[in-house]
């Protein structure tokens, strides 16, 4: 009888190894080379969940309950090239890549700018979009570019490219964590300029009842994409593959002109892999 303790014991550790060995079973969906009914190791088998901003359009934003702009709309028929919804969730750009590599998300969507500091945290599939830097002041500011900001009150998102781009020209921006932050700033006088996607703040400055304006703008260095945990070749190969098809069937030109009315592409930019010819918007018409 005294040894009854010690074999209930060991039978508990036993049960207790097989829930184990059942719960990582059971979880096996989100190892990044999937199985055969989630080869694209998924949080849910044929979902993708990606993590977006709620307040940046017309990139990424939330209107009537729908999560949509260019980038999320791109990423919807993207995926359903390659049998997968999108599901998407809202949270700060400051969060997001560090999200994205803990498989809080499949797939970051929030016109994501590579860069080698970002290539450490996350893999990027194909260049989708390219963009430039605003400048956007309260309206009557005197500030008409870049060069005039030394010693001026400047707000970035922090995270962002404008961020480092603000660092590194010595300025130490204000930082906020989201696109209303800096946009309330402005309205307020609390700042003299916000560095922002050229989109968003040309949104931002009509949306605004003159009390902001756009005073300059200039090419971003590098493409926008999608930004998936390191590993994930397959889920990154079949987006990529995705975006090369709505690249080729018109939709990114039908896209573009829908949430870039008029804006010119520059000559030096290829979305998707390059393989694929870019449909003019007259096709699409």
Request: aromatic content about 8%; charged content about 20%.
């Amino acid at each position: 009888m005294r040894f009854l303790p010690a074999l209930s014991k060991v039978a508990a550790l036993g049960t207790a190894a097989v829930l184990a060995a059942t719960t990582l079973t059971a979880c096996g969906g989100n190892d990044a080379t999937g199985d055969a009914s989630n080869p694209y190791g998924l949080l849910q088998p044929g979902v993708l969940r990606a993590g977006t901003l709620t307040d940046a359009p017309p990139n990424v934003y939330l209107k009537d309950g729908r999560f949509t702009g260019f980038d999320n709309d791109l990423l919807v028929a993207a995926a359903a090239k390659v049998g997968l919804k999108v599901e998407f969730v809202g949270t700060d750009f400051s969060a997001l890549l560090s999200q994205v590599a803990n498989h809080k998300f499949d797939i970051g969507s929030s016109s994501i700018t590579i860069t080698e500091a970002r290539k450490k945290t996350v893999d990027f599939g194909n260049g989708y979009d390219f963009g430039y830097f605003g400048l956007d002041v309260p309206a009557g500011s005197t500030i008409d570019g870049f060069d005039q900001l030394a010693g001026k009150r400047v707000v970035v998102v922090q995270g962002t490219v404008q961020d480092d781009y603000a660092t590194g020209k010595g300025l130490n921006p204000v930082r906020v964590p989201d696109y209303n932050g800096a946009i309330n700033q402005l309205k307020a006088g609390t700042a003299d300029a916000w560095i922002a996607p050229a989109e968003i703040g040309e949104k931002s400055a009509a949306d605004s009842n003159g009390k902001i304006r756009v005073a300059a703008k200039e090419l971003s260095p590098a493409p926008t994409a999608y930004a998936f945990a390191k590993g994930n070749d397959k889920l990154r190969e079949a987006l990529n593959r995705g975006l090369d098809e709505v690249i080729a069937d018109g939709t990114w030109t039908r896209l573009q002109e829908q949430y870039y009315p008029g804006r010119p592409i520059p000559a030096e930019f290829t979305p998707g892999s390059g393989t694929v010819a870019v449909p003019s918007a007259s096709a699409n018409s």
